[in-house]
Nanobody, 123 residues
Framework: VQLQASGGGLVQAGGSLRLSCAAARRTYSNNGMGWFRQAPGNEREFVAAISWSGRSTNYADSVKGRFTISRDNAKNTVYLQMDSLEPEDTAVYYC?????????????????WGQGTLVTVSS
């Protein structure tokens, strides 16, 4: 397994969760990292991305100001802090490693995908 996502669960609207994604070094080295999500009946959509250095981030409009992506390169781990959660955030969340070093939103630029972790936000 190259990417292992965790931290999903059930939370009430307005609450917070932090997702983690542990990566094998081969997957993680020099890669931009991203989080995507897929709700039932919907296509997978971009949530957030972070560059290899961590200095550049990119967010979907729907999560700006509520979600924060970060990374700890010493631990080969990427995080997604999700605050002010809404029922519309309910989805399976996937972490992914890009073939580029910058914070890309393009699904086509991601080569490695984790297994997903379910986030359910109740109203």
């Amino acid at each position: 397994v190259q990417l292992q996502a965790s931290g999903g669960g059930l939370v009430q609207a307005g609450g917070s969760l932090r997702l983690s994604c542990a990566a094998a070094r081969r997957t993680y080295s020099n890669n931009g990292m991203g989080w995507f999500r897929q709700a039932p009946g919907n296509e997978r959509e971009f949530v957030a991305a972070i560059s290899w250095s961590g200095r550049s981030t990119n967010y979907a409009d729907s999560v700006k100001g509520r979600f924060t992506i970060s990374r700890d390169n010493a631990k080969n781990t990427v995080y997604l802090q999700m605050d002010s959660l809404e029922p519309e955030d309910t989805a399976v969340y996937y972490c992914a490693a890009a073939r580029v070093a910058y914070a890309t939103y393009s699904t086509a630029q991601y080569d490695y995908w984790g297994q997903g972790t379910l986030v359910t936000v109740s109203s």
